[in-house]
Protein backbone atom coordinates (compact mmCIF):
# COMPACT_ATOMS: atom_id res chain seq x y z
CA UNK A 1 0.00 0.00 0.00
CA UNK A 2 1.57 3.71 -1.02
CA UNK A 3 0.80 6.23 1.12
CA UNK A 4 -1.14 8.19 -0.40
CA UNK A 5 -3.72 5.67 -0.47
CA UNK A 6 -3.87 5.45 3.28
CA UNK A 7 -6.49 7.69 3.74
CA UNK A 8 -8.38 6.04 1.33
CA UNK A 9 -8.54 2.70 2.69
CA UNK A 10 -9.09 4.11 6.50
CA UNK A 11 -11.96 6.28 5.11
CA UNK A 12 -13.79 3.62 3.02
CA UNK A 13 -12.94 0.70 6.13
CA UNK A 14 -14.90 3.28 8.74
CA UNK A 15 -17.85 3.13 6.36
CA UNK A 16 -17.81 -0.85 5.67
CA UNK A 17 -17.87 -0.72 9.56
CA UNK A 18 -20.25 1.70 10.10
CA UNK A 19 -22.95 0.18 7.42
CA UNK A 20 -21.87 -3.24 8.56
CA UNK A 21 -23.02 -2.71 12.13
CA UNK A 22 -26.76 -1.33 10.70
CA UNK A 23 -26.75 -4.15 8.63
CA UNK A 24 -25.87 -6.90 11.63
CA UNK A 25 -29.02 -4.46 13.83
CA UNK A 26 -31.42 -5.27 11.10
CA UNK A 27 -31.41 -8.81 11.97
CA UNK A 28 -32.40 -8.49 15.42
CA UNK A 29 -34.72 -6.29 14.76
CA UNK A 30 -38.12 -7.94 16.19
CA UNK A 31 -40.77 -5.20 15.20
CA UNK A 32 -42.20 -5.32 11.57
CA UNK A 33 -42.65 -8.68 9.47
CA UNK A 34 -39.41 -10.81 9.16
CA UNK A 35 -39.20 -9.78 5.52
CA UNK A 36 -38.77 -6.01 5.48
CA UNK A 37 -35.60 -6.25 8.00
CA UNK A 38 -33.98 -9.10 5.80
CA UNK A 39 -34.35 -6.33 2.58
CA UNK A 40 -32.93 -3.80 4.73
CA UNK A 41 -30.15 -6.12 5.46
CA UNK A 42 -29.37 -7.23 2.49
CA UNK A 43 -29.42 -3.69 1.23
CA UNK A 44 -27.04 -2.38 3.69
CA UNK A 45 -25.01 -5.47 3.17
CA UNK A 46 -23.94 -4.48 -0.10
CA UNK A 47 -23.37 -1.29 0.77
CA UNK A 48 -20.94 -2.77 3.00
CA UNK A 49 -19.57 -5.16 0.60
CA UNK A 50 -18.81 -2.15 -1.73
CA UNK A 51 -17.00 -0.18 1.21
CA UNK A 52 -14.66 -2.95 2.15
CA UNK A 53 -14.45 -4.11 -1.18
CA UNK A 54 -12.61 -0.39 -1.95
CA UNK A 55 -10.98 -0.30 1.40
CA UNK A 56 -9.14 -3.83 0.90
CA UNK A 57 -8.15 -2.42 -2.76
CA UNK A 58 -6.57 0.45 -1.91
CA UNK A 59 -4.29 -1.83 0.89
CA UNK A 60 -3.06 -4.46 -2.20
CA UNK A 61 0.18 -4.17 -3.91
CA UNK A 62 -0.36 -2.17 -6.70
CA UNK A 63 0.57 -4.64 -9.24
CA UNK A 64 -2.51 -6.74 -8.03
CA UNK A 65 -4.87 -3.79 -8.90
CA UNK A 66 -5.03 -4.35 -12.64
CA UNK A 67 -7.18 -4.85 -13.88
CA UNK A 68 -9.48 -2.95 -10.67
CA UNK A 69 -12.55 -4.69 -11.94
CA UNK A 70 -11.67 -7.78 -11.28
CA UNK A 71 -10.29 -7.55 -7.11
CA UNK A 72 -13.23 -5.16 -6.58
CA UNK A 73 -15.43 -7.74 -7.93
CA UNK A 74 -14.07 -10.43 -6.05
CA UNK A 75 -13.75 -9.04 -3.03
CA UNK A 76 -17.25 -7.24 -2.99
CA UNK A 77 -18.87 -10.82 -3.93
CA UNK A 78 -16.85 -12.55 -0.82
CA UNK A 79 -18.15 -9.97 1.78
CA UNK A 80 -21.47 -9.61 0.55
CA UNK A 81 -22.11 -13.69 1.18
CA UNK A 82 -20.50 -14.22 3.83
CA UNK A 83 -20.42 -11.16 6.06
CA UNK A 84 -18.15 -10.08 8.86
CA UNK A 85 -16.12 -13.26 7.73
CA UNK A 86 -15.11 -11.92 4.84
CA UNK A 87 -13.91 -9.05 5.66
CA UNK A 88 -11.77 -11.31 8.35
CA UNK A 89 -9.99 -13.51 5.97
CA UNK A 90 -9.00 -10.52 3.15
CA UNK A 91 -8.36 -8.66 6.62
CA UNK A 92 -6.28 -11.55 8.08
CA UNK A 93 -3.91 -12.18 4.56
CA UNK A 94 -3.11 -8.61 3.77
CA UNK A 95 -1.98 -8.39 7.32
CA UNK A 96 -0.36 -11.79 7.18
CA UNK A 97 1.38 -10.60 3.76
CA UNK A 98 2.61 -7.19 5.03
CA UNK A 99 3.43 -8.72 8.69
CA UNK A 100 5.23 -11.87 6.95
CA UNK A 101 8.53 -11.98 4.78
CA UNK A 102 8.10 -12.58 1.22
CA UNK A 103 10.46 -15.20 0.80
CA UNK A 104 11.15 -14.03 -2.79
CA UNK A 105 14.19 -11.69 -4.09
CA UNK A 106 13.89 -7.74 -3.62
CA UNK A 107 14.89 -6.58 -6.83
CA UNK A 108 16.90 -2.79 -6.99
CA UNK A 109 14.35 -1.00 -9.06
CA UNK A 110 15.09 2.82 -9.83
CA UNK A 111 12.77 5.49 -11.86
CA UNK A 112 14.79 6.37 -14.63
CA UNK A 113 13.91 9.28 -16.74
CA UNK A 114 12.48 9.34 -20.51
CA UNK A 115 15.34 9.05 -22.81
CA UNK A 116 14.90 12.67 -25.24
CA UNK A 117 15.48 12.29 -29.25
CA UNK A 118 18.41 13.90 -30.21
CA UNK A 119 18.28 15.49 -34.37
CA UNK A 120 21.96 15.52 -34.16
CA UNK A 121 22.35 11.66 -34.38
CA UNK A 122 20.44 11.83 -37.52
CA UNK A 123 23.38 13.54 -39.55
CA UNK A 124 25.07 9.97 -38.45
CA UNK A 125 22.04 7.87 -40.37
CA UNK A 126 23.56 7.07 -44.01
CA UNK A 127 20.32 5.58 -45.61
CA UNK A 128 21.09 2.47 -48.19
CA UNK A 129 24.80 2.25 -46.47
CA UNK A 130 24.22 -1.53 -46.27
CA UNK A 131 22.77 -1.69 -49.79
CA UNK A 132 26.24 0.35 -51.10
CA UNK A 133 28.78 -1.74 -48.77
CA UNK A 134 26.70 -4.91 -50.92
CA UNK A 135 27.15 -3.71 -53.88
CA UNK A 136 31.29 -2.90 -52.65
CA UNK A 137 31.61 -6.33 -52.26
CA UNK A 138 29.78 -8.49 -55.13
CA UNK A 139 31.70 -5.92 -57.66
CA UNK A 140 35.01 -7.43 -58.85
CA UNK A 141 37.36 -4.02 -60.28
CA UNK A 142 36.47 -2.06 -56.79
CA UNK A 143 39.91 -2.10 -55.04
CA UNK A 144 40.25 -4.64 -52.37
CA UNK A 145 40.88 -2.57 -49.59
CA UNK A 146 37.41 -0.91 -50.13
CA UNK A 147 35.79 -4.36 -50.54
CA UNK A 148 37.54 -5.65 -47.35
CA UNK A 149 36.07 -2.70 -45.65
CA UNK A 150 32.60 -3.07 -47.04
CA UNK A 151 32.86 -6.90 -45.93
CA UNK A 152 33.46 -5.67 -42.04
CA UNK A 153 30.43 -3.74 -42.37
CA UNK A 154 27.74 -6.14 -43.67
CA UNK A 155 29.33 -8.52 -41.79
CA UNK A 156 26.79 -7.62 -38.44
CA UNK A 157 23.80 -8.10 -40.59
CA UNK A 158 21.77 -11.06 -40.51
CA UNK A 159 23.35 -13.92 -42.48
CA UNK A 160 19.65 -14.79 -44.46
CA UNK A 161 20.37 -11.68 -45.72
CA UNK A 162 24.29 -11.76 -46.97
CA UNK A 163 24.49 -15.57 -46.92
CA UNK A 164 24.06 -15.99 -50.67
CA UNK A 165 26.22 -12.99 -51.35
CA UNK A 166 29.17 -14.29 -48.94
CA UNK A 167 28.87 -17.72 -50.74
CA UNK A 168 29.60 -16.80 -53.82
CA UNK A 169 32.24 -14.93 -51.92
CA UNK A 170 34.00 -18.55 -51.40
CA UNK A 171 35.08 -18.62 -55.18
CA UNK A 172 36.36 -14.78 -55.44
CA UNK A 173 39.64 -14.43 -57.34
CA UNK A 174 40.94 -12.36 -54.14
CA UNK A 175 42.29 -14.26 -51.34
CA UNK A 176 41.75 -11.85 -48.78
CA UNK A 177 37.72 -11.43 -50.16
CA UNK A 178 37.48 -15.42 -49.94
CA UNK A 179 38.95 -16.09 -46.33
CA UNK A 180 37.12 -13.59 -44.85
CA UNK A 181 34.31 -14.79 -46.48
CA UNK A 182 34.95 -18.07 -44.81
CA UNK A 183 35.47 -16.67 -42.00
CA UNK A 184 32.43 -14.97 -41.25
CA UNK A 185 30.61 -18.51 -42.05
CA UNK A 186 32.38 -20.53 -40.32
CA UNK A 187 32.33 -18.70 -37.35
CA UNK A 188 28.39 -18.36 -37.64
CA UNK A 189 28.05 -22.16 -37.90
CA UNK A 190 30.65 -22.61 -34.86
CA UNK A 191 27.99 -20.54 -32.73
CA UNK A 192 24.97 -22.43 -33.97
CA UNK A 193 27.08 -25.90 -33.14
CA UNK A 194 27.85 -25.07 -29.59
CA UNK A 195 24.52 -23.72 -28.93
CA UNK A 196 23.41 -27.40 -30.39
CA UNK A 197 25.68 -29.04 -28.40
CA UNK A 198 24.87 -27.23 -25.02
CA UNK A 199 21.18 -27.94 -25.68
CA UNK A 200 21.69 -31.65 -26.29
CA UNK A 201 23.24 -31.98 -23.09
CA UNK A 202 20.21 -30.37 -21.63
CA UNK A 203 18.22 -32.85 -23.55
CA UNK A 204 20.22 -35.96 -21.93
CA UNK A 205 19.70 -34.23 -18.15
CA UNK A 206 15.93 -33.57 -18.70
CA UNK A 207 14.51 -36.44 -20.97
CA UNK A 208 11.32 -37.78 -19.94
CA UNK A 209 10.45 -34.54 -18.32
CA UNK A 210 8.04 -31.76 -19.38
CA UNK A 211 11.20 -29.83 -19.91
CA UNK A 212 12.48 -31.68 -22.60
CA UNK A 213 9.38 -30.42 -24.94
CA UNK A 214 11.42 -27.29 -25.04
CA UNK A 215 14.94 -28.74 -25.73
CA UNK A 216 13.85 -30.46 -28.23
CA UNK A 217 12.26 -27.28 -29.78
CA UNK A 218 15.11 -25.30 -29.18
CA UNK A 219 17.64 -28.07 -31.24
CA UNK A 220 14.42 -27.81 -34.34
CA UNK A 221 15.01 -24.36 -34.25
CA UNK A 222 18.90 -24.24 -34.04
CA UNK A 223 19.08 -27.33 -36.76
CA UNK A 224 17.10 -25.39 -39.00
CA UNK A 225 18.88 -22.00 -38.45
CA UNK A 226 22.03 -23.69 -39.96
CA UNK A 227 19.77 -24.91 -43.29
CA UNK A 228 17.85 -21.38 -43.40
CA UNK A 229 21.09 -19.72 -43.57
CA UNK A 230 23.20 -22.12 -45.97
CA UNK A 231 25.55 -22.90 -43.62
CA UNK A 232 25.05 -26.47 -44.72
CA UNK A 233 25.28 -28.15 -48.18
CA UNK A 234 24.38 -31.32 -49.95
CA UNK A 235 23.69 -34.27 -47.92
CA UNK A 236 24.46 -32.79 -44.86
CA UNK A 237 22.01 -30.16 -45.19
CA UNK A 238 19.22 -33.01 -45.83
CA UNK A 239 20.60 -34.54 -42.54
CA UNK A 240 20.35 -31.47 -40.83
CA UNK A 241 16.50 -30.88 -41.73
CA UNK A 242 15.94 -34.42 -40.78
CA UNK A 243 17.45 -33.34 -37.65
CA UNK A 244 15.21 -29.95 -37.22
CA UNK A 245 12.13 -32.09 -38.35
CA UNK A 246 12.41 -34.93 -35.89
CA UNK A 247 13.34 -32.67 -33.04
CA UNK A 248 10.05 -31.04 -33.72
CA UNK A 249 8.04 -34.04 -33.89
CA UNK A 250 9.14 -35.00 -30.90
CA UNK A 251 8.29 -31.53 -29.23
CA UNK A 252 5.26 -31.22 -30.64
CA UNK A 253 4.32 -35.35 -28.93
CA UNK A 254 5.22 -33.96 -25.89
CA UNK A 255 3.37 -30.17 -26.35
CA UNK A 256 1.28 -29.96 -29.20
CA UNK A 257 0.29 -26.17 -28.93
CA UNK A 258 3.57 -24.98 -29.84
CA UNK A 259 2.66 -22.36 -31.89
CA UNK A 260 6.35 -21.77 -33.26
CA UNK A 261 7.26 -25.46 -34.13
CA UNK A 262 3.92 -25.76 -36.26
CA UNK A 263 5.39 -22.78 -37.96
CA UNK A 264 9.25 -23.72 -38.86
CA UNK A 265 7.70 -27.23 -39.92
CA UNK A 266 5.27 -25.00 -42.56
CA UNK A 267 8.45 -23.22 -43.71
CA UNK A 268 10.30 -26.38 -43.87
CA UNK A 269 7.59 -27.71 -45.76
CA UNK A 270 7.92 -25.29 -47.82
CA UNK A 271 11.47 -25.40 -48.52
CA UNK A 272 11.05 -28.78 -49.70
CA UNK A 273 8.26 -27.58 -52.21
CA UNK A 274 4.85 -29.04 -50.38
CA UNK A 275 2.91 -25.85 -50.01
CA UNK A 276 -0.04 -27.83 -49.20
CA UNK A 277 1.32 -29.40 -46.16
CA UNK A 278 3.06 -25.67 -45.10
CA UNK A 279 -0.34 -24.19 -45.27
CA UNK A 280 -1.73 -26.94 -42.92
CA UNK A 281 1.11 -25.85 -40.65
CA UNK A 282 0.31 -23.05 -40.31
CA UNK A 283 -2.84 -22.89 -39.61
CA UNK A 284 -1.94 -24.90 -36.79
CA UNK A 285 0.20 -22.18 -35.33
CA UNK A 286 -2.80 -19.66 -36.02
CA UNK A 287 -4.88 -22.12 -33.99
CA UNK A 288 -2.16 -22.33 -31.14
CA UNK A 289 -2.41 -18.25 -31.06
CA UNK A 290 0.22 -17.15 -33.55
CA UNK A 291 -0.68 -13.68 -34.89
CA UNK A 292 -2.33 -14.00 -38.69
CA UNK A 293 0.17 -10.75 -39.63
CA UNK A 294 3.40 -13.16 -39.03
CA UNK A 295 1.76 -15.75 -40.90
CA UNK A 296 1.26 -13.64 -43.86
CA UNK A 297 4.39 -13.80 -46.30
CA UNK A 298 4.66 -17.68 -45.76
CA UNK A 299 0.68 -18.31 -46.38
CA UNK A 300 1.10 -16.13 -49.64
CA UNK A 301 4.12 -18.02 -50.54
CA UNK A 302 2.53 -21.42 -50.19
CA UNK A 303 -0.32 -19.97 -52.21
CA UNK A 304 1.58 -18.70 -54.72
CA UNK A 305 3.68 -22.10 -55.22
CA UNK A 306 0.01 -23.81 -55.50
CA UNK A 307 -1.17 -21.06 -57.87
CA UNK A 308 -3.94 -20.10 -56.01
CA UNK A 309 -3.14 -16.54 -56.91
CA UNK A 310 -7.10 -15.21 -56.29
CA UNK A 311 -6.48 -15.94 -52.66
CA UNK A 312 -3.15 -14.12 -51.82
CA UNK A 313 -4.39 -10.40 -52.12
CA UNK A 314 -5.89 -10.65 -48.44
CA UNK A 315 -2.44 -12.06 -47.04
CA UNK A 316 -0.66 -9.58 -49.40
CA UNK A 317 -2.57 -6.62 -47.85
CA UNK A 318 -1.48 -7.18 -44.24
CA UNK A 319 1.80 -7.46 -45.47
CA UNK A 320 2.19 -4.06 -46.43
CA UNK A 321 0.58 -2.83 -43.67
CA UNK A 322 3.49 -4.32 -41.60
CA UNK A 323 5.78 -1.99 -43.62
CA UNK A 324 9.01 -2.52 -45.24
CA UNK A 325 10.74 -1.66 -48.26
CA UNK A 326 9.05 0.63 -51.37
CA UNK A 327 9.80 -2.88 -53.41
CA UNK A 328 7.60 -4.87 -50.97
CA UNK A 329 4.98 -2.01 -50.98
CA UNK A 330 5.21 -2.42 -54.61
CA UNK A 331 4.10 -6.28 -54.49
CA UNK A 332 2.06 -5.73 -51.87
CA UNK A 333 -0.33 -3.27 -53.58
CA UNK A 334 -0.20 -5.52 -56.54
CA UNK A 335 -1.53 -8.88 -55.22
CA UNK A 336 -3.99 -6.29 -52.93
Not at 27 to 43: I, K, Y
Not at 215 to 240: I, K, P, S
Not at 247 to 264: D, K, N, Q, W, Y
Not at 318 to 325: D, N
Amino acid sequence: MIRRDIPRAVGWGGVALLVQAFALGQLGDPSGSAVAPLLRFWGLQAVAALSSAACFFHCMPLRMRHPAWKPLLFNTSFILFLPVGGQLVLGGTLLMRALLPSGGRRLDVATIEMPSFEPKLLDRVRPGAASRARNQVSHPVVQVQERMAAMMAIRTLPLHVTGELLRSLLGDSQDEVRLLAYGIMDREEKRIMQRITEAQARLGHRSGTRWAAVDHARLAELYWELVYHGLVQGDMRRYTRDQAVNHAREALELRPGLAGIHFLLGRVALADGHPDQAREHFQAARQHGMREARLAPWVSEALFQEGRFSEIGPWMRQVGEMGGSSQLASVSRYWA
